[in-house]
């Protein structure tokens, strides 16, 4: 056992990801008490990812990340809260949260390697729990919480398959998770099961613009439009056979398309905005270039992504 012992709090919001019954601590193992499925735990980390239901295009994105985490490796000591674009988020996370005593359990869907996690968990009591597909994002982000002696619960898993309880979360935040597979609906449904009433979701994606339509092409982002999705899809998966995806399988959407998905499945005040984040722009090599497009970026035709959030 030992640091394979998840602890009671966190265990008691877990759920199999097929069945959704309870699940329960077996060694290193956790076994779904309906369906008897079994999930390895690696150094504290439950893998609940479905894996008789991961398609091509989902492991695509899997594999691209975890490969993307391991460049990017553990931030040194310190750097996550001195990066603007992690400070900003965070404000904007906490200023958009539910009411103060509703807050948790916090759950950041794409917790990456868990920097903004981190950010979080250090601004707010109360149960932070990041989800990955990748194993190595989690594995960093439950390295990273080690290292900054803040309580954390990482596991492997997929939005479209929450290993969560109904009703059992507060708050779900997701930036750059929703749009690496093609059924967003499946997840959008899974995250107003996994709300509490009175939760709520703030999830961004990349919108379409004239800024995604062409800055974004360089990693072969796919606009979820008529005609020009089923398009761009043949043309990256069938024909290029996904050599030019760098983040694997990534879709942009129109601000109708994405909050359609959240009114259909019943969430209430589906809003959306601009977050007014820090965009670093790593490619164009000179500073004017970025200095640009971060201006640009604050007009409609330039936004790059877009929130929306809503009430359960
Ligand atoms: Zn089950």
């Known amino acids: 056992m030992g640091v394979n012992s998840i602890p009671e709090n966190y265990l008691n919001i877990l759920a199999c990801p097929y069945c959704q019954a309870d699940v329960k601590q077996s060694q290193d193992q956790l076994v779904c ?14 893998d609940m990812l479905p894996y008789d239901d991961i398609s091509p295009k989902f492991q695509l994105s899997i594999n691209s990340w975890n490969k993307e985490w391991k460049k990017v490796g553990l931030p040194a000591k310190g750097q996550t809260k001195a990066d603007p674009s992690y400070v900003y988020v965070t404000k904007f996370i906490c200023r958009h949260a539910p009411s103060e ?31 990955d597909a990748c194993h190595e994002a989690c594995e960093q982000s439950r390295q990273l919480f080690d290292r900054e002696q803040e309580e954390g619960f990482f596991v492997v898993g997929d939005l479209r398959h929450l290993p969560f ?12 998770s929703l749009e690496h597979f093609p059924d967003t609906q499946v997840a959008v449904q899974e995250i107003y099961r996994t709300l509490r009433p009175g939760g709520r979701v703030n999830t961004s994606v990349p919108v379409i613009s004239l800024a995604t339509l062409g800055y974004y092409q360089i990693w072969g982002n796919i606009p979820e439009l008529p005609l020009i999705k089923p398009l761009a899809e043949w043309f990256h998966h069938r024909l290029l056979r996904g050599r030019h995806l760098q983040y694997g399988y990534e879709k942009s959407f129109t601000i109708r398309g994405i909050k359609k998905y959240f009114t259909k499945v019943g969430f209430e005040n589906v809003r959306h905005g601009r977050p007014d984040n820090y965009y670093r722009f790593e490619r164009p090599p000179w500073e004017w270039l970025r200095a640009l497009a971060r201006w640009l970026s604050q007009f409609r035709l330039f936004w790059l992504i877009v929130y929306v959030e809503a009430d359960r």
């Open 33 to 46: 008490q309906s369906c008897e499925r079994k999930f390895p735990i690696k150094n504290g980390i439950p």
């Open 101 to 131: 005593n509703e807050w948790g359990p916090f759950l950041e869907a794409g917790c990456g390697n868990g920097q903004l996690a981190l950010l979080v968990a250090k601004e707010k009591k109360g149960l932070v729990i990041g989800i």
């Open 165 to 176: 309880k109904t009703a059992s979360l507060g708050y779900m935040f997701g930036w750059g």
